[in-house]
């Protein structure tokens, strides 16, 4: 058996969201993942989000490659669309997916050796293309399902569970993220829910590429002193630039900020991400200073996480490819044919 069905029955007293459903009309089957895995808290709080955001469920498609993190998306959202592709190659399925019908919400979950080892090249495309989705990649810098290997997020220096030290660099997915062309990045923890939740939320609400780089410690093979993506290791070296809230468009919106502790951005759909700065003056808006400040983090020990960077006028591989509106999978012959005449005019135009 690789999955078990929950029961149906609902308790009627279920809140419901204004799309007329409960939070548990977003879960799926029962998780066969390790207990405490952090993949699991990842699902919850796509649950919530997806729960709060009042999205209707047969409108998402989860699309994941192949590792524990890859089946997650059996965890929730169970009716909706779904497609286990293979080892590293979701990007271009979902680029096709989405390239055929853009009526539907894009939901990319991986792991890191999904999309930093075999998957790096797929990763790199899709971000730079622009395709709106959401991708999340659930990081435990190992190979859970395959029994811990170091993957290419590991740190150097970073210790196996048998002992031994990684020798190789690692690749810091929210510096390629926003190297390639995402233009929404934030990094996240499996173990904070307040921060992650929004952030699922303000990326779903993003038009163009929304990556999020979410730790999340393998408690089998990955979860010890020495290891850089433990519990232990994360909680400790946790650095939030910003803690993110996030309103929706058409919501009156009514908070007031104070000068100088919070900053807005409004999103393409009219949402608003409301920046609560931690400490220092960071500003998500600027490329350059949200690279300098990863690496700076990088060099430092710390997992700087929260909203890392946004471009708010972000254009999506639709809007690039200059795309009709109606989703190219409902276009009819009429549609598509231009006709004799213009045929002809574009034959003699190539003479
Ligand atoms: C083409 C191919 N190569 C190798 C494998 C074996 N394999 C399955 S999952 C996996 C790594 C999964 O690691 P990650 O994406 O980090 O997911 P996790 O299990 O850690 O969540 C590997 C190497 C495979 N299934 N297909
Ligand atoms: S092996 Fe690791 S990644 Fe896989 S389910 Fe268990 S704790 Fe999670
Ligand atoms: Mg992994």
Do not use: W
Not at 58 to 72: E, F
Not at 288 to 314: C, F, H, N, W
Not at 332 to 347: H, K, M, S, V, W
């Amino acid at each position: 058996m690789t999955f078990i069905a929950k029961p149906k029955l609902h308790h009627p007293s279920l809140v419901k969201n204004k799309a007329g459903f409960t939070r548990r009309d977003y879960e799926g089957a029962v998780s066969t993942l390790c207990a405490g895995c952090g993949h699991d808290s990842i699902s919850a709080a796509i649950i919530q989000a997806c729960f709060e955001l009042d999205i209707l469920p047969h409108q998402v498609a989860k699309l994941s490659g192949i590792g524990c993190s890859s089946k997650a998306p059996t965890y929730f959202i169970g009716a909706s669309h779904g497609f286990n592709t293979v080892h590293g190659r979701m990007p271009s399925v979902m680029t096709g997916a989405n390239l055929a019908n853009r009526d539907l919400i894009y939901l990319g979950v991986s792991g890191d050796g999904d999309s930093a080892s075999i998957g790096l090249g797929q990763f790199a495309h899709i971000m730079r293309r622009g395709v709106n989705m959401t991708y999340i990649v659930m990081n435990n810098g190992v190979y859970g399902l395959t029994k811990g290997q170091f993957s290419a997020t590991a740190d150097k220096g970073s210790i196996s569970k048998k002992g031994v030290s990684n020798p190789d660099s690692s690749i810091d997915m929210v510096s390629m993220a926003i190297l390639m062309g995402a233009t929404f990045v934030g990094r996240s923890f499996s173990g904070d829910k307040h921060q992650l939740v929004p952030l699922i939320k303000a990326a779903l609400s993003h038009k163009g590429a929304a990556f999020l780089d979410v730790i999340s410690p393998c408690v089998a093979f990955n979860n010890h002193a020495g290891s850089t993506k433990s519990y232990e290791y994360v909680r400790e070296h946790n650095e939030a630039l910003n803690r993110l809230d996030f309103i929706e468009g058409r919501d009156e919106i009514t908070t007031e900020y104070e000068p100088g502790t919070a900053t807005t951005v409004e999103q393409h759909d009219g949402s608003i991400l409301r920046l609560r700065k931690l400490g220092e003056d960071y500003d998500p808006s600027d490329k350059i200073a949200a690279m300098k400040r990863v690496q700076e983090g990088l060099a430092a020990g710390e997992v700087v996480t929260g909203l890392l960077y946004v471009d708010p006028s972000s254009r999506d591989l639709h809007a690039n490819l200059n795309t009709v509106e109606a989703p190219l999978n409902s276009l009819q012959t009429a549609d598509l044919c231009p006709g004799t005449a213009a045929l002809e005019r574009i034959n003699a135009s190539l003479r």
